[in-house]
């Protein structure tokens, strides 16, 4: 039908199940199984993810690189994406065989 909209959301079992899915998993006893190189960057003044979540993130990684930069959004690529973008090109360029 032309000109009618539809709701933009989840229903609320979706909602859920998505929460759970982002926020419920437990995955710390596996990180050691993650061989790949990994960046793991965080915006300093996050206030919803605390900065420790991060670097345990990083160490528990066999081979986790952990980042720090100035913002406090909660997804970091949103207010500091050139920054991101040159950690990125940073971390692939400088493993071995690129």
Do not use: C
């Amino acid at each position: 039908m032309v000109g009618s909209r539809r709701p933009q959301g989840a229903s609320p079992a979706t909602a859920k199940a998505l929460w759970r899915v982002r926020y419920g998993a437990d995955v710390r006893t596996r990180l050691g199984a993650l061989t790949v190189p990994s960046l793991v960057v965080q915006n300093r003044d996050n206030r919803v993810i605390p900065i420790a979540h991060g670097a345990y993130l990083a160490m528990g990684l066999r081979n986790g690189s952990f980042v720090q930069i100035d913002g406090a959004d909660q997804t970091p690529f949103t207010e500091a994406a050139d920054t991101i973008a040159d950690l990125v090109l940073d971390f692939v360029t400088a493993l071995p065989g690129t």
